[in-house]
Structures are given as structure tokens and as C-alpha cells.
């Protein structure tokens, strides 16, 4: 985590980062999933096994959840990826949807939401309420660093969505972002800012 928030960390690391803390939380939040017991052939043998005995669905807030996609993918290999795109308005810091792309109708037995940063919890209620709306039963948050006030909204909106997150820093600054934070994760693992 501290080389993640150094501003000295060049993207590619940055993006490294994110994955490798992506996965610890990811085994957190999957922990409670159901699984079914499967045999496997090895050279040898049977042996019995597990796997999820639910399609999982992955939901990362563009741009910056990419990064945390791949992560999720080497876990859970069969699991469906949607995106939803939000955009916070720097002036109200409300989230504006710009991007959504859910099939029809829901296909999974839960969503993982993918989002770096949870700061206001403008983004990360907005999507939930996509999902709920779109018909998604169970939901949880999977984030990297979390401000109170974030925390708060999330909770308070979404009562039954448990939150997964890395680091629960001090406050938001007038302009919405975390501190101590690490700054804009999509531009710090893309290079845009």
C-alpha cells in the first residue's frame, strides 16, 4: 500500500500494485461464496476438489476498476465482466453515467463491484443502484482505499452490500478526494495525469 500511494511510482508499477492488492481483498470478499465439490483427473488419480457453484459477475466503475479486473479474473476464470462507465461532476461531485453495459437481464448469483477508490460513494451507490435496478441479488464492494465519508453513504444507501476495502484513510478534501489517498487512480495506472 505505501509503494501504491508514493507519487513516485510510475504506472506499470502502479498497475502491478493495484492487482496484487485487488487479489488479497478479492479472496476476503469471495470467502462466503458457495462452492461444490468436483472431481478432477490428475495423472495418477481422482482427486476431489471445489469450484464456485455460482456464476459470478464482475462490475468495474470505468476507468479505474480496470485494474482491478484482471486480479479477479485469475480467481474466479469463468466469471462474467460488464462495465459500467461514471464520471463525477467536479463542480456538484455527483456521479453521471455514461456508459452501461449489462445484458438484458442479470445472469449471475452476485456482483463484485470493482472500484479503487471510495471516496464520496457517489459512483459506488450509483452503480449499486444499476445493478439492484438491473436485478442483481447480491452485491459486494471490492475497493482498494476508503474515506469515512465514502464508507458512510455506501452503507447508509446500501445497508446489505458489504464493503471490502484495503485501507480506511482520514477524510475527503473540499474537491472530494481521499487523504491521504494516492490521488486519481485511472490517471496514476494509465498514465494520464
Known amino acids: 500500500m505505501t509503494r501504491l500511494r508514493d507519487e513516485k511510482t510510475a504506472p506499470r508499477l502502479f498497475r502491478q500494485l493495484v492487482g496484487e492488492i485487488a487479489t488479497l481483498l478479492l479472496y476476503e470478499a469471495t470467502a462466503d461464496l458457495p462452492v461444490q465439490e468436483t472431481t478432477v483427473k490428475t495423472p495418477l488419480a481422482d482427486a476431489k476438489g471445489a469450484k464456485l457453484a455460482e456464476p459470478v ?34 463542480r456538484t461531485l455527483r456521479p453521471i453515467e455514461y456508459y452501461n453495459k449489462l445484458p438484458s437481464s442479470a445472469t449471475v448469483a452476485v456482483c463484485l463491484v470493482l472500484d479503487p477508490m471510495l471516496a464520496t460513494g ?21 475497493g482498494i482505499i476508503a474515506a469515512p465519508e465514502g464508507v458512510r453513504a455506501l452503507s447508509s444507501a446500501h445497508p446489505d452490500v458489504p ?29 494520464t495525469g
Open 57 to 90: 459477475g464482475l462490475v468495474p466503475v470505468l476507468r479505474a476498476g480496470i485494474g482491478m479486473v484482471e486480479a479477479a479474473l485469475e480467481l474466479m476464470p469463468d466469471a462474467q465482466v460488464w462495465h459500467i462507465g461514471l464520471f463525477r461532476d467536479e
Open 122 to 142: 457517489g459512483s459506488a451507490v450509483a452503480t449499486i443502484d444499476i445493478l439492484k435496478k438491473w436485478g442483481a441479488k447480491r452485491v459486494k464492494y471490492v
Open 163 to 191: 464493503i471490502h476495502v484495503g485501507a480506511l484513510d482520514e477524510r475527503l478534501n473540499e474537491k472530494g478526494y481521499i487523504v491521504p489517498g494516492l490521488g486519481d487512480a485511472g490517471d496514476r495506472q494509465f498514465g
